[in-house]
């Protein structure tokens, strides 16, 4: 359903069905990346909203546990 593709440095180009571009996953200030839609309007499922949640999840995954072993997990 949801598809990542790298477009340049801190840029991933989003996917829906690998057709329609929804978006795009931009590197933030801090190193985790976040969802930018290119959409202003319309009706999203809470499956699409999932499946972007997942894909934005598993890209930020290495940088979040880089940062959990460097500076603690905050607990």
């Known amino acids: 359903m949801i598809h990542i593709e790298y477009t340049k440095a801190g840029v991933y180009t ?11 996953f931009v590197m ?12 202003t309007s319309g009706y999203w499922s809470s499956y699409a909203l999932r499946g972007i949640a997942d894909a934005l999840d598993d890209l930020n995954k290495g940088w979040d546990e880089y940062i959990k072993k460097t500076l603690g997990d905050g607990k």
């Open 14 to 24: 989003v996917y829906f069905n690998k057709k329609k571009i929804i978006g795009s």
């Open 28 to 39: 933030q200030d801090d190193g985790y990346y976040g969802y930018e839609t290119i959409e």
